[in-house]
């Protein structure tokens, strides 16, 4: 469901992202991060609290998703 708070985000795409549009964006917000998929920039969106973000983020660094 799309809010006002999730519609006038500033959305950005990692500089790593393809030129094929195989990404996800992110935006800030107060005490939360905003993910959606860059080639449905209307569609669903995922909230995640800014911390559990941070741990996600340092997990996938270490390489503790790896299959």
């Not at 917000?29 to 800014?50: C, H, N, Q, T």
Request: net charge positive.
């Amino acid at each position: 469901m799309m809010t006002d708070d999730t519609c006038r985000l500033v959305w950005r795409k990692s500089s790593r992202s393809t030129q094929q549009g195989d990404c996800v964006e992110l935006a800030a917000m107060r005490s939360e991060i905003a993910i959606r998929d860059s080639k449905d920039p209307e569609g669903p969106r995922l909230v995640f609290a800014k911390e559990a973000m941070g741990m996600l983020a340092k997990r996938v660094k270490s390489g503790g998703l790896d299959l």
